[in-house]
């Protein structure tokens, strides 16, 4: 299996800070609950990830949304693009670029990827929205 571009571009530059492109979705249940992942190290986040070389940022998110959590895309709509130091993301050593859409799906079932822990997928209500998220949808 081929590295991933952005896991390339860390050991090329040997620890110094390096800027990414990402993407990141937005997905409400019914409730109007957001979509959050845990990751193995414990944090939450929304499902997203970074660009791969020569893909577009909608190609991305659908590929990323897909990849985590099996759902797939209906509507795409671009929210906005986050960066500065407020993206910045200290286990990576990452400053990020991140374009933010809001997707729906045709379905709320979800399966687990190996990205994440077991059974780490839940919908929180938006106030207990983690911060880092926060600041990416420009709250």
Not at 4 to 29: F, H, I, K
Not at 62 to 81: A, M, P, Y
Request: hydrophobic share 40%; charged share 20%; net charge negative.
């Amino acid at each position: 299996m081929m590295p991933d571009y952005a896991s390339t571009v860390m050991r090329a530059v040997q620890g110094e800070p390096v800027v990414l492109v990402a993407a990141g979705v937005v997905v409400m249940n019914t409730a109007g609950e957001i979509l959050l992942v845990q990751r193995h190290d414990g944090e939450w986040d929304l499902p997203g990830g970074h660009m791969e070389v020569g893909e577009s940022l909608k190609k991305t998110a659908t590929r990323e949304l897909f990849e985590e959590t099996g759902l797939t895309v209906d509507t795409l709509e671009l929210l906005g693009v986050a960066s500065g130091k407020e993206t910045f993301y200290p286990k990576r050593n990452a400053y990020y670029v991140t374009a933010m859409y809001h997707a729906t799906t045709h379905s709320e079932t979800l399966n687990l990827s190996h990205e994440h822990a077991d059974g780490a997928f839940c919908f929180l209500p938006l106030t207990r929205f983690p911060a880092r998220c926060r600041c990416l949808l420009g709250g």
